[in-house]
């Protein structure tokens, strides 16, 4: 999970945190791993498929140590979000992970040429992702556009409740 593709940010205007804080890092594994076309989950496809907080609360009250931990794990996320009245939870690497385990989960994805911006002053760490091709350049990424949200938390609210 990281970056973006509709130059929205959560760490500055145009630029998603993970990103943004180690864009050199970000650029490495884009390029270092381009034959084998990472899958790509961005901050707008976190926003878009966002919990509400009463799924959050089920989440995290189930009465097992595992949704106990992941109360605890989640605690600075979740009082940043509330901080910045954030209307939905934001469910970031748990859908990277739920793909892992089901790729099903991935209901549209698109193969791009995507890279990470290391000198813009106010764009530092934005990934750029070459839409029309004008860079010709081979995808290096899979960029997830849709997935199934519903499964990926049915998968994370039965976890919870047989630990």
């Known amino acids: 999970m990281g970056g973006n ?9 145009a630029v998603e945190f993970n990103f943004g804080k180690d ?8 390029d270092g ?21 009463e799924w959050y609360a089920r989440y995290t009250s189930c009465g097992t140590k595992l949704s106990k931990l992941m109360q605890d794990i989640d605690r600075t996320a979740v009082m940043s979000l509330r901080e910045r009245k954030s209307l939905r939870y934001l469910l970031y690497d748990q859908f990277a992970i739920a793909a892992i385990i089901d790729p099903s989960i991935m209901k549209e994805v698109k193969e791009v040429y995507a890279d990470v911006e290391l000198r813009g002053e106010i764009s530092r760490g934005l990934v750029v992702i070459d839409w029309a091709g004008k860079l010709r350049r081979r995808a290096n990424v899979r960029l997830v556009t849709r997935l199934d949200d ?3 938390k049915h998968m994370m609210m039965e976890s919870v409740k047989k630990f």
Do not use: R
């Not at 593709?5 to 205007?13: D, E, F, I, S, T």
């Not at 496809?45 to 509400?52: N, P, Q, T």
């Open 33 to 53: 791993f381009s034959a084998l076309k990472p899958h790509l989950f961005t901050y707008e496809i976190c926003v878009k498929y966002a919990a509400s907080w």
């Open 5 to 13: 593709n509709k130059a929205q940010g959560n760490l500055a205007p």
């Open 150 to 152: 519903e499964k990926c």
């Open 23 to 30: 864009p050199e890092s970000a650029k490495a594994v884009l």
